[in-house]
């Protein structure tokens, strides 16, 4: 038999057996190689045994909820993608997940081919295109590809992977509005069943961490009834 080179490594964190096996299990079926936690202590240190390439974390857990693990990976520096598993469709933990630095989620009960949707998903947009140039600049805005990394007038700011995809899309279109459609449909390649309110909470999470220093001209502008844009000062 042959090995085939795993899609991407994952790590499964649910503290229910049956879930973290199945979900486990099925990702493996599917092509990627799975790291299992039952709680945020195991996952916390699977992750500096061995950083995956997108975690997959429940947000009810006994020892700390997933929004905990989650500003712990983010303040700790670990930028890969977290999607969300959550028990209840409820808009608040959707925005709470998405504002500690989480890129999806996905609902409990939830089909295993929606989940490796998903993951495949969020994978495919917060991995920079090869082909682009590394750098991208609009005014004192400044954008490393190949680094990861976001500065302004020279200040370093923290992006989630998601948060750098649509900061990356806006700037690539300096001066051009964006529908959230077009927004949806380029940044996170999946419908959210026509849920155009991500969408206004990410420009919002952006906003605060783009244009929060009070000697910054505010770069991200809202199209009322139209959609969003990355306005240069030349058209200011």
């Known amino acids: 038999m042959n090995a085939k080179t795993p899609e991407a490594k994952l790590l499964v964190v649910d503290d229910e057996p049956n879930i973290r096996e199945l979900l486990s299990t099925s990702l493996r079926f599917a092509g990627f190689e799975v790291v299992a936690a039952a709680n945020g202590r195991e996952a916390l240190a699977a992750v500096e045994a061995d950083t995956p390439d ?3 974390l429940d947000v009810m857990l006994p020892d700390m909820d997933g929004f905990t693990i989650t500003r712990r990976l983010r303040a700790a ?3 890969f993608p977290v999607l969300f598993l959550t028990a209840r469709d409820d808009t608040e933990d959707k925005v709470t997940g998405l504002t500690v630095g989480g890129d999806d989620y996905v609902t409990k009960p939830f089909s295993l081919d929606e989940v490796v949707a998903r993951i495949r998903a969020v994978l495919r947009r917060t991995q920079p295109a090869e082909e682009d140039s590394a750098i991208i600049r609009v005014d004192d805005l400044e954008l490393d590809d190949d680094a990861h ?3 302004r007038s020279g200040e370093v700011i923290e992006l989630s992977p998601t948060e750098f995809k649509l900061l990356r899309y806006l700037m690539m279109n300096p001066n051009r509005v964006l529908s959230k459609a077009q927004i949806l449909d380029h940044v996170w390649e999946y419908d ?4 155009a309110s991500i969408v ?3 420009i919002s999470y952006l906003r ?4 929060s220093h009070p000697d910054w001209p505010s ?3 809202t199209k009322r ?10 058209r200011r």
Request: proline fraction near 0%; aromatic fraction near 10%.
């Open 54 to 56: 997108l975690a997959v």
């Open 77 to 79: 520096g670990k930028h």
């Open 149 to 151: 990394e976001v500065r």
């Open 192 to 195: 959210f069943n026509g849920d």
């Open 200 to 202: 206004e909470s990410y």
């Open 208 to 211: 605060r961490k783009i244009d």
């Open 219 to 221: 770069l991200i502008q």
């Open 225 to 234: 009834g139209v959609g969003y844009l990355m306005r240069t000062a030349d």
